[in-house]
């Protein structure tokens, strides 16, 4: 009787450790899944998040140019043929050749930025393209920085290329992960006989690898008087 007993007690020692085990093993997988789901989400809403700000980066990007060929329309009416694409920051009687050559924006590479003080658009010209996978780029040219609210009121959450930060003497509030590479093309090759730019806003920034958002509008010159 005595042996019996003994058994009855191990046996249900034993299948009480195996439930302790089997209990501990789901609250540790059910756990580990939970982890895994919450990392997930954060890092899935994380990048919706810069996804949606390299966008509006982008489409700000375009409009930079779009802005820049409609200021030159109002500047310059009297020759839109030869000033539509002058580049940003000359007065009205800029409007000539200088060295043989009308002052055009050249086909290439450029940052493009809101001056906060100005509120007008400036290019910056950039030897070669934005890749954040190849060290070898100026990548750094294309970095934005924002601009610190105590310097220029209202304009802590512009993004501007850091080096103009620096050139205005506006107090830079930090480097962001963005960075905007602006291309432009002409349909002739030729900016003093194009009439439509081809224009690429790309923004690239790094999390778990390199992402980029490109997107890209023609802009003609459809304002030109025939002649």
Known sequence: MKNWITTRVKEKTAETLVEVVVAVFVVVMGSAVATTLIVNSMRAN?????????????VEGLEAVRNIRDTNWMKFGFDKTNCWNLVPGLGAGDCKPQSGAYPQIAEGYYTAD??????????GSVADSLNLNSASNPNDSYQLGYVDLTTVAGTQDILITEDTIAGLGLTNAGASKFYREIHIEYDTGDPATGEIMYVTSTVQWEQNGVHEVVLTTSLSNYQKVST
Do not use: H, Q
Request: no cysteine.
């Open 46 to 58: 994380s990048f919706s998040k810069d996804n949606l700000v390299a966008l509006n980066l982008a």
């Open 114 to 123: 809101l001056n906060p003080i100005s509120y007008e658009f400036n290019l």
